[in-house]
């Protein structure tokens, strides 16, 4: 699994012109870009939720758990692009659509778990994403 993380000052996420999910912090929050591999699981689902609620990349270096700082997690395919070779990317990394929503789900469910509150764009919906990067600062977590 991996997750693009990014401090923003506000993030929405869109479908067919409608807002389907969006943060506006009074402080500082996360947007999340959710990219699931074919050997996730739901226990690394849930780790990398832990690893992102913790993570201490908010202003004095504190975790969004340290603050309440709201995420707005979105599921994202193309972070597992292979770019190696040609000009075409391949997707071939990145789980299919059945196997990667239920994790992007548990990933969601975990940080609500920890005490986050959570949106969500709409899972292998055509999603236009509007934020305020702030820093800017963007991180890509792993496990």
Partial sequence: MRVLVQRVT????SV???VVGAIRPAGQGLLALVGVTHTDTVDIAVRMAEKLWKLRILDE???AADVGAPVLAISQF??????AKGRRPT???AAPGSVAQ???DAFVAGL????AEVQTGRFGADMQVELINDGPVTVLLEL
């Avoid at 193309?78 to 770019?83: H, M, W």
């Fill in 112 to 115: 609500r778990t920890l005490g």
């Fill in 102 to 104: 239920p994790l992007v």
């Fill in 78 to 83: 193309t972070l597992y692009a292979n770019t």
């Fill in 61 to 63: 270096e504190k975790a």
């Fill in 91 to 93: 997707w071939n990394a």
């Fill in 10 to 13: 506000s993030a929405s996420v």
């Fill in 16 to 18: 067919d012109g409608e």
